[in-house]
Structures are given as C-alpha cells and as structure tokens.
C-alpha cells in the first residue's frame, strides 16, 4: 500500500430513493441485511428468487462441452491416439493456468492408459507458445499427436509444420484468435468466430476440463449412461485444478467460472492429492504459533489460491522450469511432494527478493530520471531484469505513482554489450482512463509486436527505439486523457458506519463467494475513525490499526505497510476503504477490516477548517452564543491537563492541532470543539500550568511542570474576556 503519486478515487454510487425502497424490501424478504441486499442489488440480483438462486450457485448450470466448435473432433482425434497407443505430448503455458492445464490432461490421459509426455517451454530460453525447434524433437521422439493447452490460438506456422511431418495438432486455448486459424485437426476456443459456446470467458484450464468432459460423456453415452455422468466424474476428479487455473488467471467468476470455482473450493478444502496438501501446509506455514504449535489451517477462498497457492506455483515458471510446478501436482507421495512444496517456495522467496530488487532500481530511477509532473507514462529498460519479473513490478509502478508503466529487460545482453538492434521485451501496466493495447497501436510502427488487454500488456522492441517510443506513448497519453492525466480509481460497494461492521454482516458477505473477477470482494468506505492506536506486525512489514468512532472499536490491517510509509499517527482522524474480514484465533471468531486504501478524515478536515475560522473571529472580538461550547469549563480543563500530562510522560511532547483535538475528545467529559481547545492551550500558557510552544503551521511542543503550584482558573485574563464576549451567559 504505498502512498507516492496521485490520491486514489473511490468511486462510489449512493442508490437512489426508488432503489433505497426496492433494497429496504429486498432485505426484508430475503432476511438479509440491507448492506447485503444492496450488494446483491447493484450485481444485478434483484428479486428474491434471483438472490436464492444465486448464493445457491442454482443460476449456473454448466455447459454443454460439445458446444465448443471442433469437439468431436478432437475428442475422436485423442481417443484414437489413445486407443492406438499412439504417442501423444501436451504442450502447455509456464503460468499457472497452463500448469492445471498440463496436469489435469495428463492425469487424464494416464488414467486412461494413454502414451503421454508434457513438455512446457522454458521463458527465458525459448519464450511462449509452440515452436519449430521443438516440434523437431517430437518428431525425434515419434510423437504422433500434440495437444497444446492455454497455448496455441496463433502457432499457424507451427501447425503447418507439424502437419508436414505428419503430426497431428490439436488446438487447446482461450486466447484472442486472429484469422485464418492454424491448420490443425480441431481448434477448440470459445473465442473462435463461429463458435457458439454461451460462455466466453474460460481460463485454459477450463477449456481442458470441458475437453476431458466430453471424452468421458462420449464414453458414458455408448455405456448407456448420460452425458451429465462424464461431466459429474470429472467435475469430482478435477474441480480443484480448474479451479486454481481460472483464479490464478484473473478470469470472470460469474457463469459456469463462478460454480466451476465454488466445486474446487470445496475440493481442495479436502485434497486428497497430495502436492496440493504439501503447498497448502508450505503457504500456511507463516501462521504458525511459538513453542512449535502447528500452523492454523487456512480457510480455502479465491483469495487464498490467488495470494497464497498461484504465487508459489507460478514462480517456478517466472525462476526456474515450470515442470516442476506440474511434477508437485502430479506427485503421488507425501514425501516427494513436500519436497517439491519447499523447492516452489524457496523459489517463490527468490522471486520476491529478486522482484523487489528491481522494483527498488524502478522507484529510485523514477525519482531521479523522470519529471512526475509532465510524465503521463513510465518506461524503463535495463540488461538486468528478469523477464518473468517484470509484469509484477510493473503493476507495483503503476499502483505507487498513479501512473501507466512498461518495464522493458533485455535480460543481460548475450553479446556482453548493448547493440542497437538488441530485442527487448517488455510487460506494461495501465490504468483507467488509457486502454494499454489502444495506446501500443499508436506505435505500431517503433514494436516488433504486442498484445494483450486494456490494462496489461507486453510487446518486443528494439533497443534503438526506445526512446523513440517513450516520447511517442507520452505524447498519445497527453492527447487521450481529458487532462493529460489518468487515475486509479476504486470501486466501493457503500459507504457503512463503524457500528455496522459486525460479525453477523461478515458471514452474511461471505455467501457471496467465491469472489473475483465481475464478483469482487465487497469494498467499503468508513468515514472519520479516530486511530488508537498502531502496532507493527511481521517485522514492521505490515499494520495493524485499533480504530474507534467514539462508541466501538475494531482492528484494522494494513498490509504491506509500514510505520515509516504511513503517515498518519495515534490520534488522527481517517477515512478507510476495507474488506471486512473474520478474523479466527484460539476458537475464537471477531470481525476485522482489511485496509485497501486510506486518506485524511474529509468531514473532520471540515470541521477543523470551520473551526478555525470561528475561532479566528472570536480572537477578533465577536459574540457567541454559550451553546457553541467555547468557553471551557473546569472538568474539560482537568481533563486537556491529564492527556497532555500522560502523552508527556511517554515521551510524546510534539502534536499537530489536529491530533490534539482527536485525542482529547477519546472520553472526554464533554465534546471539546477547536475554539474551546484553543483557548485551554492559551490560557494553559499564561497561567504556566504547563509550557506551551507554538512551533508553527498547527505544530505545539509541550512542556508539563510536574511540581507546579495549584493554580485558579479564574484569574486567567484570556478567559475572563471570553466570557465577556458570550451573549447569553450569565
């Protein structure tokens, strides 16, 4: 959560009168909150029945898998290869979906005695997608028949090649496909022009699944059973790899996604494989208490596989070899498949040290080579950088400077010196308001190629035309932007008192997972939260905030924080956008909130401004009335003294008015607004009760006089003419 470049916008759409009542009555029939019932709303669940049917998964069945175009075709195409004994190979993507992909295939094929090899491409000797080179070693090895997996939409050349060495090709992907399609035995995307499938949006892994699917209907039905056994069979057998895939790869998880997900939740919670049980212990092992106590078992969400099981699986391929990713889901025992858990771990750790290092070279570069005020989009290139690395520190650019970024590596040049014609890759981040690939069109002409979606995106360039490109992008950034600017925006759900936030409503939110993509986690913004106090956590890696509204209070985590990146202290008033959270300790459960993002408390930033005014004219003489609470009185007095006089004592002497004036209304007799505040300080002062120091722009130092003599209130000077000037006090 780092805080340099732009203030974030929380986008947040307040509902309306008419849809106040339509949320008020869904509520009350549905007997869930109106938090929740807002929620539900907004997602497009507007009536009872919709709302039953979704938190059921009952609105979702799953497709057809001989709606995909070419299915037949490729289930006949792998059946006889299997039949045959034909040798078959899977080639797969080095991320986590191409891995499921890879695993979930092969587990298939072996079961049913097929002949069947995999092989993913090294990243950083051989880059992605299929090559030439090793279809060669295939044809070495009598492969008849490959089968690519999240890879393979645009191996045109590479089809055609197989083909003319008589290897048969079939075409697994869920990639954007560009016309003519490769020349293959069947092409199986529903991305495909003439394909009809309902469901776009499935992750490679998913692809797969309905691949095996229809493989085991086909065979159902010629036993005389129905095509919704095969699917219910391997539902069971590989729900789990589906799901890790679809996560990992930031697909929708709405439709067929969203149940396919909720059935390989439950799978995982429950694994019986035991490479998968070996990651989860490895991933949880942070939670483990003193003296040795085992780790606390995780709950098996979305945000698990993405934060804990997807890093470790995909830093294999971005490292080392993705195969070992792939050989600890295929592991059989606990003993190798622990083994490999540490390994993907250790490497994973790797990755981070390594990923944070270049994100350090990024920031500091920044600062140094780049005037922020008039640069729209960051790019950098260097020898040094990993490019499996790369993507990741990009999206750390962006989010740290509010900014588009490319980060471009040319991976050490091989020659020991940078040549002109030196190809680089790189990986590019945006944010809304400029469509990345839009952008990267612009300047078709200066990339050896690119592609990739509206906020991410990666393209080769020649170093020579670096610069070039840099001043290219900017000036289209400069141009597109209404004022040559673009922003982070984050959407909120609603915005919810302090008071609302309990465990009741977390459990209510939690029916609403799995979340993701087009169903995210429920944001929420909390307005003008006194912080009590903060505590470092992991380190001083992260934060831990106990908040309060005056009536309650509730701990706040931020992650990824620390105490010299946060710029607020103990007795400042925040806003906070969260997640709300159960938080699980000792069979003890408790709502928490999650910080996402935080910014100074707006209404108490009002309130101080008025209040500096109204104190500026009664300084200048005006009347008051003695409701507006300005003249302080003698248990305010005590109580101001008593705060100042603790705060002293541990060593705290130095406040900003603004943290003076949230700490001294924590339990204050009665509400003591700025003027009232004010006017204790001064007359504080000039009875030398305590010292005083005015530092400037709102800073005071104090001073407490631990013997000093007891002193009347009354005599002070400042508070017999303010009492002069109150209109109704008698």
Known sequence: MERTGKEKIWALCRPDRTEGRLIAALAAETHLSEITAELLFRRGYRTPEEVRRFLSCEDTLLHSPFLLRDMEKAVARIRRAVEEHQRIVIYGDYDVDGVTSVSLLYLYLTEKGADVSYYIPSRHGEGYGLTVHAIDRFAELGVDCIITVDTGITANEEAAYARSLGIDMVITDHHECRLPLPEAVAVVNPHRPDCAYPFKELAGVGVVFKLVAAYESTLCMEAGEGEIDGVR????????????????????????????VKLGLAEIAATKRPGLAALIAEASAGNRGSEGRPAKKKKITASFIGFGLAPRLNAAGRMSEASRAVDLLLAKTPTMASALAVELCEINRQRQVEENRIAEEAYQRIEKEFDLESTHVLVLEDDGWRQGIIGIVASRVTERYGRPSILISFDGAAHGFAAPGDLGKGSGRSVKGMNLVEALTDSEDLLEKFGGHELAAGLTIRRDRIDAFRARINAYAAAALPDGSASISLDVDAEIPLSAVTLQLAEELSLLEPFGVSNPVPQFVLRDLLIERITELGGGKHLKLSVTDGGRALYALCFSTTRSAFRFREGDRIDLLCTIDINEFQNQRSVQLIVQDYKPSHLF??????????????????????????????DQFAHVYMLLRREFRMGREIFGEETLLSLVNVNAPTPINYVCLKYILEIFHELQICGVEELGEGMYRFDIYFNASKTNIEKSSILKKLKSQCKDRS
């Not at 930033?605 to 300005?630: M, N, P, S, T």
């Open 605 to 634: 930033a009002d309130r101080l401004r008025e209040g500096r005014e109204k104190y500026a004219a009664v300084r200048g003489g005006a009347a008051f009335l003695q409701a507006e609470g300005y003249v302080p009185d003698r």
């Open 233 to 260: 069979r391997v539902s069971r057998s590989y729900a789990d790899l589906v799901a890790i895939g679809t996560v990992a790869d930031v697909m929708p998880i709405t439709d067929e996604n969203r149940l396919i």
